[in-house]
């Protein structure tokens, strides 16, 4: 394992190197990853813009590899899956996620690892590294297992830690994911459901014993530690499942239709995130439940109102906004693997999850690079979601 860390962290630092010109996709000299003027060391807020000027973070990068920055595809955590190798290589697709179980341990994870990270260069990802993400929650939704990785409890187990112990413990898990080559989990899960008889009825959340709690106060100060604990260990985090998935009463990775009528934007849930988003959170994940109380008529994922009014404007999120998984949710099965891509980026997405199918990646990346092509109003919005993408890869 110490042979792959050094060259991962040389991909780092070759990437957020200070001199760079504008090149094309194809030298052999990596963009620089700097952040921009406005960032902090809580990216997921406004800071007074810097008097020194920066380099565009997209210089040198093609509308393919910038496209490909927006995309994190999902390969089987226990080999390096063909279609993600390629979808890398020749999709210039710059983020992958680790998906289904493995219990082969720390090591064996390192090396499928490796082969996606050996795949970055100039004309794959234009040099920029991935950001390598799993679900690893604690309970029953624990990716990695195995030597090495110790066996987290769940949300709620969690959330009857003090604070101190569970930041302690998330360092821990966080470290053994870094030496696993892992530098981002998709976690915590700060859903809101309102009571340990609601968490029976509620089959994404509560069913799994997900969630922190029952109390805005006790998910917020049990994210916070979850999250600090992580981002000592240098893993970066996803707070999800934006607005929230605690008041459902189906799933939507298996359901159609599913509908939250209670949230409103000024609900207890919302007001979770713009805590945690006070608190320095960089990376928040929307639901594609439909929240009648918002927009009846697109799931989250796909509604400006949800995306882009309420957590960008009304809550001032200025960090990377993903999506939950967009390939084989039965939610969004209506519309095609193509207008999914581009309705999301559309709302305001910045990573699109592609997880269980990644098969379909290639067409949705294929869509959004020729409406990229075709319409200037939506290429700008691929070059601002790339942009944040980038700053949040700054932070590794």
């Known amino acids: 394992m110490a042979t792959n860390r050094p060259r991962f962290r040389l991909a780092i630092a070759v990437a957020l190197a200070a001199c760079a010109v504008v090149i094309s996709g194809c030298s052999s000299t990596p963009p620089v990853i700097s952040p921009s003027p406005s960032t902090t060391s809580s990216p997921g807020r406004s800071a007074t813009p810097s008097a020194t000027p920066t380099q565009d973070p997209l210089a040198g990068l093609t509308l393919e590899q910038r496209v490909g920055q927006l995309f994190m595809m999902g390969t089987t955590a226990a080999a390096a899956q063909r279609e993600t190798r390629q979808a890398v290589r020749d999709r210039h697709v710059g983020n992958i996620f680790l998906s289904g179980r493995s219990s082969a341990g720390v090591k064996a994870t390192a090396a499928v690892v490796a082969r996606f990270r050996a795949l970055v260069n100039s004309k794959s990802t234009g040099g920029v590294p991935l950001l390598v993400s799993t679900d690893q929650e604690g309970g029953q939704v624990q990716v990695l297992r195995g030597p090495?990785?110790?066996?987290?409890?769940?949300?709620?187990?969690q959330g009857r830690m003090s604070t101190g112990v569970l930041r302690t413990a998330a360092r821990t898990w966080a470290t053994q994911l870094e030496s696993a080559g892992v530098n981002m989990d998709l976690a915590p899960v700060v859903d809101l459901?309102?009571?340990?008889?609601?968490?029976?009825?509620?089959?994404?959340?509560?069913?799994?014993?997900?969630?922190?709690?029952?109390?805005?106060?006790?998910?917020?100060?049990?994210a916070n530690a979850f999250r600090a604990g992580m981002t000592s260990a240098r893993v970066l985090t996803a707070i999800k499942h934006f607005p929230g998935l605690g008041f459902v009463s189906a799933n939507t990775d298996t359901t159609r239709g599913v509908t939250d009528t209670v949230t409103g934007t000024n609900g207890a849930n919302v007001a979770i995130y713009r805590a945690e988003i006070a608190d320095g959170a960089n990376c928040i994940m929307v639901s594609s439940a439909k929240y009648a109380r918002i927009d009846p008529n697109a799931p989250a994922v796909f509604s400006s109102r949800?995306?882009?009014?309420?957590?960008?404007?009304?809550?001032?999120?200025?960090g990377v906004i993903m999506s939950d998984d967009l390939s084989g949710a039965t939610q969004v099965l209506s519309w095609t693997?193509?207008?999914?891509?581009?309705?999301?980026?559309?709302?305001?997405?910045?990573?699109?999850?592609?997880?269980?199918?990644?098969?379909?990646?290639?067409?949705?990346v294929d869509a959004v690079v020729a409406r990229a092509k075709a319409d200037s109003n939506f290429a700008a919005l691929v070059d601002t979601a790339a942009r944040r993408v980038l700053e949040l890869k700054s932070h590794l």
């Open 148 to 157: 090495g990785f110790s066996t987290i409890p769940s949300g709620l187990a």
């Open 193 to 222: 459901v309102a009571s340990p008889v609601e968490a029976a009825k509620n089959p994404p959340i509560g069913v799994f014993q997900r969630e922190f709690g029952f109390t805005a106060p006790t998910i917020v100060a049990h």
């Open 306 to 318: 949800v995306v882009t009014q309420l957590l960008r404007i009304q809550l001032g999120f200025t």
């Open 337 to 364: 693997p193509a207008q999914r891509a581009i309705m999301a980026i559309e709302a305001g997405v910045d990573i699109v999850l592609v997880s269980r199918f990644p098969d379909v990646a290639a067409r949705m």
